[in-house]
């Protein structure tokens, strides 16, 4: 629900403040509730305590204003882009200094930001920008902060901090995935700097990349059975021509190495009132069982498989 703005004394709608370009940082203790639960209310407290002293110092050291604190979490608005980068650089600085030095309560915190124009009502701001600053919020790892293209393309070069493109990312609420920039220390190359290794898509892909994932797996393995099965029709079809041009030159065919030595059978057929050795005789062809069910029923559990891969990848 949007906020309400009452009326004037003479019952006319005052006009709306005009919005402003601001730049907002949100940030966020990884694991709090877990940790309170683990050591207790008074251990919450105090790193609730330690998490806000840090970030007021990091935020209004750059210029900034703490619009909010609730526990485990921080809101703050910037003018300027370049300030709120800084800040953010500055409380992870300080927030490792503080795990260092109290290794019972580590202090893990996610950074998300972004900036864009926004309304001030009474006690913050209505824009869009929040509402992104806090998704990146909420899909940072500890100690990572997230910015989008639009904080880096307003802010240009800053030293002491290199962009790191972070990929696409499913934010919550948001229909398609935000392509998202790492803010790194440093002056580094982004190409050097690996992707966050512990980071996994929380939701399943897409229909039509599932699908063309799947399809692409079918394909391939149909295309294995076909080939098998030409080349099984192929022998068949060899043995059949070999078979017919012995009959034309009056020999059968004996498997085996009786093939080899069509002789013998002649020998005996020119012994008046005597057939061939029965050793000589061809025998009733044997069935032979076909491949192809045994191939598709492969094809089906190797399909299984990996249907069951891409859903343990990517909800587990």
Known sequence: MGEIIPLRSDGEQPVAPAPHVRTFLIADIRGYTDFTHRRGDEAGARLAMAFAGLTREA??????????????????VFTSPRQALRAALDAQARYDDYSREHPDDQLNVGIGIDAGEAVPVEGGYRGSALNMAARLCGA?????????????HLAGPVDGLTYADGGKRPLKGMPEKVRVVRILAGDVEPESVPGPSAYREPSLPSVA??????????SEHVQGINRQVGEELARDLAEVRSELAAERHGAQVIP??????PHFRRMGQEIPGRQAPAALRRPPRRDRTSAVPWIAAAVLLLILVAIAVILWTHVL
């Open 209 to 218: 990349d599932f699908t063309r994932d799947l399809g692409a797996i079918i």
């Open 59 to 76: 935020v209004e050291g750059r210029g900034g204003e703490l619009l909010e604190l609730r526990g485990d979490e921080g809101l703050a």
């Open 256 to 261: 085996g190495e009786a093939k080899e030595v």
């Open 140 to 152: 940072a790892l500890p100690a990572e902060i997230l910015a989008t293209e639009a904080v880096s």
